[in-house]
């Protein structure tokens, strides 16, 4: 029939110590007692109140209030169960030993959750609090285009900046809304994947310089009139839209040409003014060109003009009433 009332001891939940002969008031258990009521202390078989010893240490030792006489007999018996703290065993606590949600945060030390205790694809969006990943939180290379939603909203306020030498390309939308900010600082790239809208990004850069000396030649071949600019393109694809204005004077019975030059190519032409009677004649030099390159190096178009028939020279910029020449890359 089966045990029916409270739980039976067994051998090993008992402790038995013995002295006899001793005159001392401490004595060495051989297990730890985990509080004075879970020992029975008897002298000469009369039971002792707690309060007639205490004790202490690992194993715990007994200190009575009075030393034992050389004829006593002391016995103590310890219950082992009784406050004892059951620590279990390394690995020895399973998933299905752990109830649902019995894991709380206040149960979990700071810094314990290591990346190999989650598995892969397990962080939700749902699982992270607002403004929560912060900067510290990413490690350097790890955000590619493939965490990234199509669109970039730059809030109200807020800045998007792109440092030298890096590239933001992509097919999908960046929004700037009133009071945000995009900074595209020099030698930065915006690729344009897509259909262009409203022309963003098709002028890249304009440089320009202003001419006021005058010059004179009676050179049938072209010279230099002293306007000249450089130019280092972004991309060997892109173009470079000259643009030359200027004053021209022809003497009595001469006509006169202006060209522009990319280095030492002949890259456009406009004729210049002519004199066919006794005095010299005036017109203003306009030259457009779209240029072609084709290189990421540093460029230099000159202006320059000569005589093409007559006796008088040709004259560039008379009056000092100045030149100049405009470069616009462009992208292609």
Not at 9 to 23: I, N, P, Q
Not at 103 to 116: E, H
Not at 262 to 289: D, L
Request: charged share 15%; net charge negative.
């Amino acid at each position: 029939m089966p045990y029916i009332g409270a739980k039976q001891l067994k051998a090993s939940d008992l402790k038995r110590f013995s002295v006899t002969g001793s005159t001392s008031a401490t004595h060495a258990l051989s297990w730890t007692a985990p509080n004075e009521q879970s020992l029975i202390i008897t002298i000469n078989g009369v039971k002792q109140h707690d309060s007639a010893y205490t004790i202490s240490g690992s194993p715990t030792t007994i200190t009575l209030s009075s030393a034992l006489v050389s004829s006593d007999e002391m016995e103590v018996i310890g219950i082992n169960d009784i406050g004892t703290t059951i620590t279990p065993a390394q690995n020895s606590v399973d998933t299905d030993k752990i109830a649902d949600n019995a894991v709380t945060t206040a149960k979990i030390a700071d810094d314990q959750i290591t990346t190999a205790k989650i598995a892969d694809d397990q962080i939700t969006t749902a699982k992270i609090a607002d403004d929560q990943i912060t900067t510290a939180k990413i490690a350097d290379d790890q955000i590619t285009t493939a965490k990234l939603a199509n669109a970039i909203n730059i809030t109200s306020g807020n800045s998007l900046t792109i440092d030298s030498g890096a590239t933001l390309s992509g097919a999908g939308a960046i929004t700037v809304p009133s009071g945000g900010s995009l900074t595209i600082d020099s030698g930065a790239t915006i690729t344009n994947n897509g259909t262009n809208g409203g022309g963003f990004g098709k002028l890249v850069q304009i440089v320009s310089a202003d001419h006021y000396t005058p010059g004179s030649t009676s050179s049938t071949s072209f010279v230099n009139t002293g306007l000249s600019l450089a130019i280092t393109p972004t991309s060997a694809s892109n173009k470079v839209l000259v643009l030359v204005s200027g004053m021209g004077e022809a003497g009595s019975g001469c006509t006169i040409a202006f060209r522009a030059y990319r280095g030492a190519a002949a890259i456009g032409m406009t004729s210049g003014p002519s004199s066919n009677g006794a005095g010299s004649s005036r017109c203003a030099i306009s030259i457009s060109h779209l240029d072609s390159p084709a290189t990421t190096g540093t460029v230099t178009y000159h202006v320059k003009f000569r005589k093409v028939s007559g006796a008088s020279n040709a004259v560039w910029n008379p009056g000092s009433e100045g030149g100049s020449i405009t470069l616009m890359e462009v992208v292609a």
